[in-house]
């Protein structure tokens, strides 16, 4: 291990009794003396950072509640989000606003305040012989404090980002060490830490975590660790990586770039490493427990719709997927499968057709869907396709009671009565029981809890199906949509463990959509082209960011657009919908629109999901700078269903951000919600990794960017499946730590790993 500065002892680990060969330094002379003997205790990385010289019970609550630091490993892997280069001195000549941090050596000559209330500040008029620079505060609270703290004459070396006020060179709130205690040779890059106002209140700030992590690495550099290397030997020597506690020690305290670069890429490695092998793992163990109900035949009910009902020709795309799931489903092996497809792609019709196959099988099919509009258009749609086909379809909503849900619904679906059951989150209630569940579809599952699914996982079959001659209880088979492209490296690391699915062309007759970028000025000219289409027999869709107006906020609101365009257009029906209204009068409005009964719908982003309206050609989405790539993709998906031209018009402010007109660049260049989903994810990245529970696994990412690490995480997820194969058994020694710690990142995580 890489030693700390200001650490002025090391042992070293010789044999597998842990006994040690004590090398003392002494400022004096150099004393080599071999001794073996029993170490000290190891330090355990998961006591409580209270323990920590410097902490305390206070600081230690801070740390916990800011930072979620509450043991010596937190703390450890705490990473700084940026270095500062301090081994070299400048001279005040040789400074310019334009420099990023600098650091003088020198001496305060004098202190003045000026200024009055919120403008005053506290002057050090601060010189290193050669030039005179200002040093400035604005908190009065402090002026105090630091007059008596620094002292005039003192030599004192300052450091921070130079500005300019009135011709004159400042540093503004400058870090200041005594110049006999700073040994800039031992300075080289200092770390940042990330700290929030609260800490700062509390006398906590990056320099507080610096002294704490410095503290930590002295210890653990004077002290056997119990902690091995979960990275083996051999991978590390094949991958060319450094050892863990190099690494942390790197991250924190890198002697060179070249240090901290080896460092991130063995700490991002080993992250993202684990998530794969942990993932691959639950896959493998899927494949080889979890029996799956054999779909052994395509039957006639998918035959019939194929040759008479199919309202249009199957893309090859579509062809595939359905394919891809008939494999599956007749393997013998619980099928979990993600099927991907942009907006208007025909997930829907590839879902029912899954559907009819197992219907074919003697099964009942489930969907759920996470909103009830988004219900009833899965039943709407259903019913259409299926004409007069023998298949009976239920719809269970929250809005579905009494008698309706009692007989025809829970009766029949308890019976085997009911083929087909679509519903919301009313499906998983303890009433709702399946005669032969055999595949279970989840629409837009990011919106459903991972808990929420695993009861329809649990739950028991009241008439399990006979299999030479005994009772069976098998996993449904299930399908997750999403019409959220999802960009490679995202899909690796959520949904590492199911198998992939991609609708990636448009049904025949489709036209792309044009998207087009407005000035908020150019309203006439918007509102032209509005009257224009609505006059072809079309309707338009119009989204605002807020429902009501914002004093905090220069945006359109929904109630004065909606007003507005009732002016614009006296003679148009305009419907209005928002996640204010009741949910009745909100259906109602919707169902006006859905009929042609009104031209324009105002809305807010409840729309987004699940609305299809083939002869709406317009989306106009206001202040579209307020919107994430892929949520104004989403928007954009709801026209271009028909076989008319269709729009959408970004409107924005004239003055917008360099990133925000980078997006609206995007959007009107491609239509490609994949290529859209990869631009909006080196936008935003990752953000929060929702739903990884399920997959067994709970991590988190402290150094790795699955928006910028994407080659990083094939690589991880190859040596993954690498190891798999060699040691499917887990058992191989040069393994173990491998295993353990994969053991030990799962122990507080549920295994969902067989819901979706």
């Given at each position: 291990?890489?030693?700390?500065?200001?650490?002025?002892?090391?042992?070293?680990?010789?044999?597998?009794?842990?006994?040690?060969?004590?090398?003392?330094?002494?400022?004096?002379?150099?004393?080599?003396?071999?001794?073996?003997?029993?170490?000290?205790?190891?330090?355990?990385?998961?006591?409580?950072?209270?323990?920590?010289?410097?902490?305390?019970?206070?600081?230690?609550?801070?740390?916990?509640?800011?930072?979620?630091?509450?043991?010596?490993?937190?703390?450890?892997?705490?990473?700084?989000?940026?270095?500062?280069?301090?081994?070299?001195?400048?001279?005040?000549?040789?400074?310019?606003?334009?420099?990023?941090?600098?650091?003088?050596?020198?001496?305060?000559?004098?202190?003045?305040?000026?200024?009055?209330?919120?403008?005053?500040?506290?002057?050090?008029?601060?010189?290193?012989?050669?030039?005179?620079?200002?040093?400035?505060?604005?908190?009065?609270?402090?002026?105090?404090?630091?007059?008596?703290?620094?002292?005039?004459?003192?030599?004192?070396?300052?450091?921070?980002?130079?500005?300019?006020?009135?011709?004159?060179?400042?540093?503004?709130?400058?870090?200041?060490?005594?110049?006999?205690?700073?040994?800039?040779?031992?300075?080289?890059?200092?770390?940042?830490?990330?700290?929030?106002?609260?800490?700062?209140?509390?006398?906590?700030?990056?320099?507080?975590?610096?002294?704490?992590?410095?503290?930590?690495?002295?210890?653990?550099?004077?002290?056997?660790?119990?902690?091995?290397?979960?990275?083996?030997?051999?991978?590390?020597?094949?991958?060319?990586?450094?050892?863990?506690?190099?690494?942390?020690?790197?991250?924190?305290?890198?002697?060179?770039?070249?240090?901290?670069?080896?460092?991130?890429?063995?700490?991002?490695?080993?992250?993202?490493?684990?998530?794969?092998?942990?993932?691959?793992?639950?896959?493998?163990l899927r494949q080889q427990q979890v029996s799956g109900y054999v779909f052994a035949h395509v039957g006639e009910r998918f035959n019939t719709f194929y040759r008479d009902y199919l309202p249009f020709e199957l893309t090859n795309a579509q062809k595939r997927v359905i394919r891809e799931m008939r494999h599956d489903m007749g393997s013998g092996k619980q099928m979990n499968r993600l099927l991907q497809g942009d907006v208007g792609s025909g997930k829907t019709l590839v879902a029912l057709m899954t559907m009819l196959i197992a219907l074919d099988n003697g099964y009942q099919a489930c969907l759920m869907a996470p909103t009830e509009i988004l219900a009833e258009q899965h039943y709407a749609t259903f019913k259409e396709f299926l004409g007069d086909m023998p298949v009976r379809v239920e719809l269970l909503t929250g809005s579905v009671k009494g008698k309706r849900r009692r007989e025809p619904i829970l009766k029949g679906t308890r019976a085997g009565e009911v083929d087909i059951l679509i519903g919301t989150h009313a499906v998983l209630e303890d009433t709702v029981a399946f005669n032969r569940l055999g595949l279970v579809v989840i629409d837009e599952q990011h919106r459903f809890g991972v808990a929420q699914r695993a009861k329809l996982w649990k739950r028991p079959a009241p008439n399990p199906s006979c299999q030479g001659g005994e009772a069976v209880e098998r996993p449904p088979h299930v399908l997750v949509m999403t019409a959220t492209p999802i960009p490679r490296t995202l899909a690796m690391t959520l949904y590492g463990d199911l198998d992939v699915s991609v609708i990636d062309e448009l049904p025949p007759g489709r036209k792309p959509i044009e998207t087009r970028h407005f000035w908020e000025e150019r309203t006439e000219s918007l509102y032209r082209g509005i009257r224009t289409e609505i006059s072809k027999g079309r309707q338009v869709y119009v989204v605002y960011p807020l429902i009501k107006e914002s004093e905090k906020m220069d945006i359109q609101d929904l109630e004065n657009g909606y007003a507005d365009l009732c002016h614009a257009f006296p003679d148009l029906r305009i419907s209005k919908v928002h996640g204010q209204m009741k949910s009745a009068e909100k259906d109602d409005e919707m169902d006006r629109f859905v009929r042609g009964e009104t031209q324009i719908l105002v809305a807010t982003t409840v729309i987004e999901v699940g609305v299809n309206v083939p002869n709406a050609s317009v989306m106009v989405i206001q202040n579209a700078e307020r919107f994430g790539l892929a949520q104004l993709h989403q928007l954009r998906g709801r026209v271009g269903r028909g076989a008319e031209q269709s729009y959408c018009i970004l409107v924005t402010k004239y003055q917008i951000s360099p990133e925000t007109k980078k997006r609206i660049e995007i959007m009107c260049e491609t239509n490609d919600g994949f290529e859209i989903a990869e631009a909006d994810l080196k936008f935003r990245g990752p953000g929060d990794l929702e739903g990884t529970q399920q997959s067994g696994m709970a991590f988190d990412l402290h150094i790795a960017n699955l928006a910028r690490d994407g080659q990083l995480v094939q690589l991880a997820r190859d040596t993954a499946n690498h190891i798999l194969d060699e040691d499917p058994q887990q058992c191989k020694p040069e393994y173990a730590s491998m295993w353990q710690h994969l053991r030990d990142l799962g122990k507080s995580a549920i295994d969902w790993s067989n819901i979706s």
């Open positions: 291990m890489s030693s700390c500065r200001g650490s002025r002892n090391f042992y070293y680990l010789c044999n597998a009794n842990h006994e040690t060969i004590s090398l003392q330094l002494s400022s004096f002379n150099y004393k080599l003396s071999s001794t073996y003997r029993t170490p000290k205790k190891a330090i355990d990385l998961s006591t409580p950072i209270t323990y920590l010289p410097g902490v305390g019970p206070q600081r230690a609550k801070l740390l916990e509640s800011e930072l979620n630091i509450i043991t010596f490993r937190d703390l450890l892997y705490y990473f700084p989000y940026k270095h500062i280069d301090r081994s070299r001195l400048y001279y005040v000549h040789e400074l310019t606003p334009e420099m990023p941090f600098v650091q003088v050596k020198g001496e305060i000559l004098s202190f003045e305040e000026e200024g009055q209330g919120r403008k005053r500040r506290l002057i050090a008029h601060f010189t290193d012989g050669m030039g005179l620079i200002d040093l400035v505060w604005f908190q009065a609270g402090t002026f105090r404090w630091i007059k008596k703290s620094y002292l005039i004459g003192k030599q004192y070396i300052v450091f921070g980002r130079p500005g300019v006020f009135k011709d004159r060179i400042n540093i503004p709130h400058p870090d200041i060490d005594s110049a006999d205690s700073l040994q800039l040779g031992t300075m080289g890059l200092q770390p940042y830490y990330n700290t929030t106002e609260r800490m700062k209140k509390g006398g906590l700030n990056s320099r507080s975590i610096e002294r704490f992590t410095g503290t930590l690495f002295e210890r653990l550099s004077a002290l056997p660790l119990n902690d091995p290397d979960p990275l083996p030997a051999a991978l590390r020597q094949q991958l060319n990586l450094i050892p863990l506690w190099q690494s942390l020690h790197d991250l924190h305290y890198p002697p060179s770039a070249e240090a901290l670069r080896r460092a991130t890429y063995r700490q991002k490695f080993e992250e993202l490493f684990f998530i794969q092998l942990g993932l691959l793992r639950f896959a493998r």
